[in-house]
C-alpha cells in the first residue's frame, strides 16, 4: 500500500476478518449482513467453518470462491489475524519486545498504532465462549489502521434449536444459548 499526495492510503479497504464460523448459519447470515452496513468491502475468514453446528453445507454454500508473543515474533507482518480461540483479544509487541493484552470493548475503535506490531483475534461467529451469546467479528480499516470488534445479536435459541434436531449433542445447542 502506497500513499497518496495529501498522505491517505491508495488502496486502503475495510476488511471483515471472521472466525470460528461453526456451522452456525444464522450467526453467519448477521454477522454478513451487520459487516456490509458497516461498509465492509472485503471479507477474511480465518478457518473453522464447520463443526458443531447443524448447518455445516449452507455455511460452506455461503462462503464459496496466550502465546501471543510468541506469534508476534514469528512473523514480521505488523498486523496478525487469527482465529480459534474462540473468545475476542487484541496483543501487541512494543519495539523493547514486551507484549501486551487488551480485552476489545464492542463498537469501540482501536488505533493500530506504528510503533507497535499486532494479533488481532476477532473471537467466534458461531461458537463465542466468552459468556456472550451474540456473534463476534473484526472490522479492519487499513486506511486509519483502526480496528473495531463488533457483537452482533442472532437468533441463538434457533441454531440451538437446529443442533438438537440434527442429533448432535445437546451441550453444543446450550453454549450457544450461553455464549459458554
Avoid at 475476542?88 to 509487541?93: A, E, G, K, N, T
Avoid at 482501536?110 to 467479528?137: E, M
Avoid at 486509519?144 to 451441550?171: N, Q, W
Amino acid at each position: 500500500m502506497t500513499a497518496g499526495p495529501d498522505g491517505t492510503k491508495v488502496g486502503a479497504m475495510r476488511l471483515a476478518v471472521l472466525t470460528d464460523l461453526h456451522a452456525n448459519l444464522e450467526a453467519v447470515d448477521a454477522v454478513l449482513t451487520h459487516a456490509q452496513a458497516q461498509g465492509a468491502e472485503q471479507l477474511a475468514f480465518l478457518g473453522d467453518l464447520v463443526g458443531y453446528g447443524a448447518d455445516p453445507g449452507p455455511v460452506v454454500d455461503v462462503l464459496s470462491a496466550v502465546d501471543a508473543g510468541r506469534s508476534l515474533r514469528s512473523v514480521t507482518a505488523r498486523q496478525i489475524f487469527s482465529g480459534h480461540t474462540h473468545t475476542p483479544s487484541l496483543y501487541h509487541l512494543g519495539p523493547s519486545g514486551s507484549v501486551g493484552a487488551f480485552r476489545p470493548v464492542p463498537g469501540t475503535p482501536i488505533k493500530l498504532t506504528a510503533f507497535h506490531r499486532w494479533l488481532v483475534i476477532p473471537g467466534s461467529v458461531g461458537q463465542p465462549r466468552d459468556g456472550n451469546p451474540a456473534a463476534c467479528y473484526a472490522l479492519l480499516d487499513d486506511a486509519t489502521d483502526v480496528v473495531v470488534f463488533h457483537r452482533v445479536p442472532y437468533d441463538a435459541e434457533s441454531a440451538a434449536r437446529k443442533i438438537r434436531a440434527a442429533g448432535l449433542p445437546g451441550d453444543l445447542g446450550a453454549r450457544l444459548e450461553s455464549g459458554g
